[in-house]
């Protein structure tokens, strides 16, 4: 596991709530609010609790508003949760899921933060992530558009170039494009939160 530096660390929260923000493509038709356990966050700062929730219901089943009510707020209301946080939270739930960062890295092995090129390493890790997304495991990414907080999304399915994302600030998924998601993510290197299972 990757060392989280200060910035990644960095707390996230948002206020598309009030209509600002990130702007996906409309969700189809067949991406109905019912289709997957979406937990909408209460306030501002509660992005982190509620990905958190619809991602423990996605891989075990379980009633996203009771594992959500079973998460403490965060200590922090205005900031929320830091991603060292988010994976203390789900690490002491009964559900026996650990969150495991992942991040792309450079030729040369660094993490490269704040990289928003669209270099074939990039390219390669949403590639990869892509991959475990469809093969189960939903990914928590920290997003950050210039001039807003920073927010969490949960990735739950790869199509192609684009990606199926619960927004907690949202009543529906929603699409985004690969490159968008390269664009909102590389303030925080691309880092992303994969779960592990320790079954």
Do not use: W
């Not at 092995?109 to 990869?128: K, N, S, Y």
């Not at 529906?172 to 691309?190: D, M, N, S, W, Y």
């Amino acid at each position: 596991m990757l060392t989280l530096s200060r910035r990644l660390r960095a707390r996230v929260c948002l206020l598309t709530l009030l209509g600002f923000g990130i702007h996906f493509a409309p969700s189809p038709s067949s991406l109905a609010a019912s289709a997957l356990p979406l937990v909408k966050q209460k306030y501002a700062a509660d992005c982190g609790r509620a990905v958190l929730a619809s991602l423990v219901a996605i891989m075990r089943g379980q009633d996203p508003k009771a594992v959500y009510r079973s998460v403490a707020d965060a200590a922090d209301r205005v900031n929320g949760y830091s991603l060292r946080e988010l994976q203390q939270r789900i690490a002491a739930l009964p559900f026996s899921i650990e969150l495991a960062v992942t991040a792309p890295t450079s030729p040369a092995g660094f993490i490269l933060m704040q990289d928003c090129t669209d270099a074939p390493h990039i390219v390669a890790f949403f590639g990869h992530l892509g991959d475990a997304i469809n093969s189960g495991a939903p990914a928590i990414m920290p997003t950050k558009v210039s001039g807003m907080p920073a927010h969490y999304l949960l990735l739950v399915e790869r199509r192609g170039e684009q990606f199926v994302a619960i927004d907690p600030a949202r009543s529906v998924p929603q699409i985004i494009a690969r490159k968008q998601l390269q664009e909102i993510t590389c303030h925080f290197g691309h880092v992303a939160l994969l779960p592990v299972s320790n079954d």
